[in-house]
């Protein structure tokens, strides 16, 4: 074990993901990567970052540029629900800003907070690739939701709180 926070098994998932690239190309399985120490973690911190860029071989800056250009990975623990909002022009025209305002008035917090029973955070995000459906939100990096009215926000946030008992 390398870490205290990356165990073997990580590393044996790491290897899987290496395989897919040439030897001298190791580097290309960065994202996937850092995609599994999220999995595993929650989050990637800047000490999972340097693990990541020594077992690659690649400067631990390289994988923190990584980490920090994609938006889908969290450097910090979040909510066990992260809803990115996005703010991007089309979403903007079509309302995305008001979405935004409308999660942080129903969920009481601020863009980049969490609520504080750890259930929501709330981001804000560039383009999702969805403009024909905007305003547009990704939950969980995963579920992308179209055409955001207020009723529909406040439809998913009540049907994940009850999901919760909460």
Avoid: W
Wanted: charged fraction near 20%.
């Amino acid at each position: 074990m390398i870490s205290m926070a990356i165990t073997d098994a990580t590393l044996l998932r790491f290897d899987k993901e290496i395989a897919k690239y040439p030897n001298d190309q190791k580097q290309s399985a960065v994202m996937a990567c850092l995609a599994i120490v999220q999995q595993e973690l929650g989050h990637v911190s800047t000490a999972s970052e340097k693990v990541i860029a020594d077992y690659l071989g690649m400067p631990a800056i390289a994988v923190h540029e990584v980490t920090t250009f994609y938006n889908m990975y969290n450097q910090h623990a979040c909510g066990k629900y992260k809803l990115n909002v996005c703010t991007n022009l089309p979403c903007q025209l079509r309302e995305g800003g008001q979405a935004l305002k409308h999660l942080e008035e129903k969920l009481g917090i601020h863009m980049g907070e969490t609520t504080p029973d750890g259930l929501f955070t709330l981001q804000q995000s560039e383009c999702l690739g969805a403009c024909a459906d905007s305003p547009v939100m990704l939950v969980n990096d995963r579920t992308m939701c179209s055409f955001m009215t207020n009723d529909k926000l406040d439809k998913l946030v009540d049907e994940l709180r009850a999901a919760e008992g909460k």
